[in-house]
């Protein structure tokens, strides 16, 4: 059976756990947390970086910096991981749902100036398969209005917006780190903080509503209770086990990328023949390969698609179930069609791209989606 997903490991990753156990030292907040969260500094222009358990409290994280309320009005897009939205309504917040773009699943930009209200705190972009949304246009509708803008970068380590690094441009921003991402810690993720008015309270909700941080530096005599916060930091062993992987970054992004391409390339004819259409990637994008999608002409279609590549022993997978559709949140959202977003739900298919995979893998692949097209 070729998987849909094989997490990959470096070969490091229990040396450097030994040596975390090792040092005594195994809680949050030391050496190979420092030394990952400096990678993002340096390589992504992060002006601070803050290792988290998963890029869900991350975002959670953001939320609380942001001091959203139950006044407040988030637009999100509908396409996308429970947790981008889910991290904004733990607090109260009203979801509003952004449709995805013609061209690609990212939110449509042209869109989400419709959306925003005197009750509008931030605009929540997700950059869909690693891929840029429009962050000129984003920044610039974010500055008019006076509100924030978060990226949920979950998906976009190492990518870039007319080379800029995702993650570097919003207010805030989050990484996911968990075993299905290019980088991985198991659970994992990172809080990108690019307006310094929130770095000296992130740490601060980072460590438990504590100034531990400024005491661990020497800043304060003794800390206490300042502020609200959780347990957001993951120990040395998760920050040992990621750093293993940030140090291999360049060659996992290289196969991910040579394996893209060949998928990219052998799927073409069949594309070209209108059997279903391959990613687009605008200009101003990069493409970090984090997945690869086609895009079936009906769910009917796709459905038995999915089902003759598993007999085949193939496993694809589709995903997302549009979130304002979903029993958690259908009878809170507005009513607002959201075709773009139900489109992708419906037609959207994503084929096993890992590490591990070979290229006469995705020969196999890419000729069993061949006779399935034939017959
Ligand atoms: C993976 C993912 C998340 C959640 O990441 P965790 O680290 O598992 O919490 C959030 N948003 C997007 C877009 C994701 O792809």
Known sequence: ????????????????????????????NGMFTKKCQHFFESKFGIKKALLTTSC????????????????????????????????????????????????????DASKIEALITKQTKAIVV???????????????????????????????????????????????????????????????????????????RSEIIWEKGTNRSAFFRGEIDKYGWVDLGSSFL??????????????????IQNKRKQLWNAYNKALKVLAQAGHFKLPQIEEHASNNAHLFYIICKTNQERQALIEFLKSK????????????KSSYYTDKHDGRALEMTDYYADHLLRLPLFYELELNDIDYIVSQIQSFYEN
Not at 73 to 95: C, D, M, Q
Not at 238 to 251: P, V
């Open 1 to 28: 059976m070729i998987p849909f997903n094989k997490p990959f490991l470096t070969g490091n990753e229990t040396k450097y756990i030994e040596q975390a156990v090792a040092s005594g030292k195994i809680s949050g």
């Open 56 to 107: 869900t409290d991350a975002l959670e994280m953001c939320a609380l910096l942001l001091d959203v309320t139950s006044e407040d009005e988030i637009i999100i897009p509908s396409y996308t991981f429970v947790s981008t939205a889910n991290a904004f309504a733990l607090r109260g917040a009203k979801i509003v749902f952004a449709d995805a773009s013609k061209h690609h699943p990212n939110i």
């Open 126 to 200: 997700v950059h869909y398969a690693g891929v840029s949304c429009d962050m000129d246009a984003i920044m610039s509708i974010a500055k008019k209005h006076d509100i924030y803008v978060v990226e949920d970068a979950a998906q976009a380590i190492d990518s870039y917006y007319k080379g800029r690094p995702l993650g570097s441009i919003g207010h805030l921003a989050t990484f996911s780190f968990h075993e299905t991402k290019n980088i991985i810690s198991g659970e994992g993720g990172l809080l990108a903080i690019n307006d310094e008015r929130f770095i000296e």
């Open 234 to 251: 993951p120990s040395e062993v998760i920050a040992a086990f990621l750093w293993a992987q940030l140090e291999n970054l360049d060659s």
């Open 313 to 324: 022993d193939i496993k694809a997978v589709f995903h997302y179930l549009s979130l304002h």
